[in-house]
């Protein structure tokens, strides 16, 4: 189990990558690649994902918990897509009372959406296996 704490940094570090998230719209054609893309692999390498224009904001936070933040366009409207794993993606995954002080942080209401992702690294050490994250889209018209 990982210890999580949200430090006044790793509150004010959250907001900021959300208004970058929000100033930088990824547009529906590029989500629909990348939706291709996760759909025919068994995990994601963060880098190698199919169009340069993705980038998320991510925020590494106390005790190394690494939060991803990125708006986009989804058939439905625009959505806040947040994914979090813990200091051990490989071993844990996050609990809901973790989930849900970062839903506050963000002031988002309930997700529209949640999954979890394999996610890998180039990192040979790894075997390419990196562990999982839980993934969240939210309405961007909920609360902002």
Same mark, same amino acid.
């Given at each position: 189990m990982s210890v999580f704490v949200l430090t006044p940094d790793d509150v004010k570090n959250i907001q900021n990558a959300k208004q970058l998230a929000l100033a930088n719209i990824i547009p529906l054609e590029v989500v629909r690649k990348l939706a291709e893309s996760v759909s025919s692999a068994?995990? %994601?390498?963060?880098?190698n994902? &199919? $169009? !340069? =224009?993705?980038? &998320?904001? /991510? %925020? %590494?936070?106390?005790? !190394? #918990?690494? =939060? !991803?933040l990125s708006c986009e366009e989804q058939p439905n409207g625009l959505c806040l897509h947040i994914s979090l794993s813990s200091p051990?993606? $490989?071993?844990?995954l996050p609990r809901v009372e973790t989930i849900?002080?970062?839903q506050e942080v963000l002031e988002?209401?309930? &997700?529209?959406?949640? #999954?979890? /992702? !394999?996610?890998? $690294?180039?990192?040979e050490d790894t075997k390419g296996f990196a562990g999982k994250a839980v993934n969240m889209l939210f309405s961007v018209m909920a609360k902002n």
């Open positions: 068994n995990g %994601v390498i963060s880098g994902r &199919p $169009d !340069n =224009l993705y980038n &998320p904001q /991510e %925020v %590494v936070l106390t005790f !190394n #918990w690494r =939060l !991803n051990t993606p $490989d071993k844990t849900r002080l970062i988002c209401g309930e &997700p529209l959406h949640v #999954w979890v /992702e !394999n996610f890998k $690294d180039a990192n």
